[in-house]
């Protein structure tokens, strides 16, 4: 594994080069009959990957027969060896149709086609695993990635006896991402009635609520267990209840696709006829002057600083991008309540 870390440390992106399980089949049928002993009311979701339409077949029937309640093929994994697999088959939609129908013949458990985010669009893909017959689309795995390039030793981390290779990035940094996709597939009318899984880079329930907004019927959590441990589900699940209660909501089948309505394939649609001026909280701020640098130099240069380091704004020069509000890092600028005519703001 190699990461990339945030200003204050923490994980904000996660590479890793690994392949499949390290166990046999045996092994993990054996693992799924002893989860399902224990935990006989858990769901097993079963991920499977195959070479050919017999071993997808075989694998379906085998993970149904030792207590799966549904299988994910995976059509999408970054980092195979060899040709035809992974992340291959989820750019190719005609493999996709046909492994799916493979994994359908094998087993009468929900298959769900777990797809690449290595292409520029989904949909493609996800309609042909919808022919092939598949019960559920997830999306997205982990993106192609190069990271960590050392300026003495020239290799990309991780570094392994000197060589490294491309990956599989996830993280918090990837869920914009996996949100466009999730959004693309819910707003195909070719794909109504599908249920969509999404994953990427939820670390909390509001994270998983952005998913539901847009159209996700459930979410999948990985790299976040990953750091944090499966304690965190927990806190997921007690966020979601409580914004649900908070909101006079039963369940989140009430609010799944919700956001769609107010998302565009293009930036026409925006309002672009007025300005909202940001508003500085200036007992908060501490004088760094990172506002007045990014509208300097990636603005429009309606920033400067008083005599006490304070900005101070000039509304004629503002076109109310923002940038100021993202890059402060004391939370002191916020959107103000005064909204002016563009043009008006131009004389």
Request: with cysteine; aromatic share 6%.
């Amino acid at each position: 594994f190699s990461a990339i870390h945030g200003d204050n440390g923490t994980i904000i992106g996660f590479k890793n080069v690994e392949q499949l399980s390290d166990q046999s089949v045996e092994e993990n049928m054996a693992i799924f009959r002893e989860l399902k002993k224990n935990y006989p009311t858990k769901f097993i979701l079963a991920s499977i990957m195959g070479q050919d339409e017999a071993e997808w077949e075989s694998l379906a029937r085998l993970c149904e027969e030792n207590g799966a309640d549904a299988v994910e093929l995976n059509f999408s994994c970054p980092n195979m060896m060899g040709e035809g697999l992974g992340s291959d088959i989820g750019q190719i939609p005609e493999l996709v149709e046909r492994y799916t129908a493979a994994a359908k013949r094998g087993t009468k458990i929900p298959v769900i086609a777990k797809l690449t985010p290595n292409v520029d669009r989904m949909s493609p893909a996800a309609e042909a695993a919808k022919r092939g017959g598949a019960d559920g689309i997830a999306a997205i795995n982990t993106i192609k990635s190069i990271m960590g390039v050392n300026p003495f030793s020239y290799v990309s981390s991780p570094a392994v006896h000197g060589m490294s290779a491309v990956g599989g990035y996830s993280g918090k940094v990837v869920r914009p991402v996996a949100l466009r996709f999730i959004t693309e597939l819910a707003q195909n009318k070719n794909l109504s009635g599908m249920h969509l899984s999404g994953i990427g880079g939820i670390e909390n329930w509001d994270d998983a609520l952005e998913y539901l907004l847009l159209g996700a019927g459930s979410v999948q959590v990985c790299t976040a267990v990953m750091q944090y441990g499966y304690r965190i589900i927990d806190d997921l699940k007690a966020g979601l209840a409580r914004y649900l209660a908070e909101n006079g909501l039963q369940n989140v089948r009430q609010i799944c696709g919700e956001g769609l309505d107010y998302v565009s394939e293009s930036t026409d649609v925006l309002e672009r006829d007025t300005i909202l001026f940001p508003r500085f909280e200036k007992e908060r701020c501490i004088g760094c002057g990172r506002c007045m640098i990014s509208c300097a130099d990636g603005g429009h240069q309606a920033i400067r600083l008083g005599e006490d380091r304070k900005p101070v704004m000039d509304g004629k020069k503002c076109v109310g991008c923002h940038l100021c509000i993202l890059v402060c890092p004391q939370r002191a600028i916020v959107p103000g309540k005064r909204r002016i005519s563009r043009a008006k703001n131009k004389h």
